[in-house]
């Protein structure tokens, strides 16, 4: 057999490998965006009151993120899927840069956290406080259900102490949700019956005993897109080694 046979044969050998792969990678991508936008729907539908606790922000609801998050990932994985299946080189170059486009735009999301994580905490509570002020107000049902799970769930009350209540209310007064054993009304009841544990605290003491579970998930989410970085422009390069060799 010739050389130039045997390593023709190798590179179409080569080519099919990537093409599996790349098919096999960005069908569970895609299909993981799917399961994203699913959820991300089902909670708009079932959930569709639950918002968020920031004012300043308020169409940054759980489902919103989903949703969001879930469209992306399943375009980028169709162009993947479609760029291997039909050895696109223009669909397997658009994949790529947009992957490294996010993976670059994660990486410098994480650094500027680190970096300005004392600004960023204290513009997080100031609006969070602010937000308070439209707790029970008409037109704010989500972010009111928002802040009576959060404070239920964590066994909490306001953003840095209970009395934060107080500027909202005028009045000696938390909402029901800050109970230790919740009744209607109990907000109005003596002050040793309520949480008084500051909820900005608590959640971040929430991130921090489950940090580890955070960090395998980003190592695990960093190392998939890697691999589809790989798988990307390994393939695309072959096909331009191919088209060269046949040429």
Not at 91 to 110: G, H, N, P, R, V
Not at 190 to 200: D, E, F, K, R, S
Request: proline residues 2%; negative net charge.
């Amino acid at each position: 057999m010739r050389p130039e046979l045997r390593r023709c044969r190798m590179a179409e050998g080569c080519m099919m490998a990537l093409r599996y792969g790349m098919v096999f990678f960005n069908l569970l991508f895609w299909l993981g965006g799917c399961g994203i936008l699913g959820v991300g729907v089902w909670l708009s539908v079932t959930q569709g009151n639950f918002a968020t606790l920031s004012s300043s922000l308020p169409s940054l609801s759980a489902a919103n993120l989903l949703i969001a998050v879930g469209t992306i990932i399943m375009v980028i994985g169709c162009l993947g899927c479609v760029g291997a299946v039909k050895e696109s080189r223009p669909l397997l170059l658009t994949f790529f840069i947009l992957l490294l486009l996010i993976f670059f735009l994660e990486i410098l999301s994480i650094m500027l956290f680190f970096i300005y994580q004392d600004e960023i905490d204290h513009y997080a509570q100031r609006d969070l406080k602010k937000g308070l002020q439209l707790f029970g107000t008409e037109g704010n049902v989500g972010l009111t259900n928002a802040w009576m799970i959060v404070q239920t769930d964590f066994r909490c009350c306001g953003v840095t102490n209970h009395t934060d209540w107080f500027e909202v209310y005028n009045a000696t007064r938390v909402p029901d949700s800050c109970c230790l054993e919740y009744s209607d009304n109990c907000g109005l009841d003596n002050p040793g019956t309520w949480w008084t544990a500051p909820c900005y605290e608590r959640v971040k003491d929430w991130l921090n005993e489950n940090l580890v579970a955070l960090w395998i998930f980003a190592l695990c989410t960093a190392l998939t897109q890697i691999l589809g970085l790989v798988f990307s422009m390994t393939m695309f390069c072959q096909s331009v080694k191919v088209e060269t060799f046949y040429a």
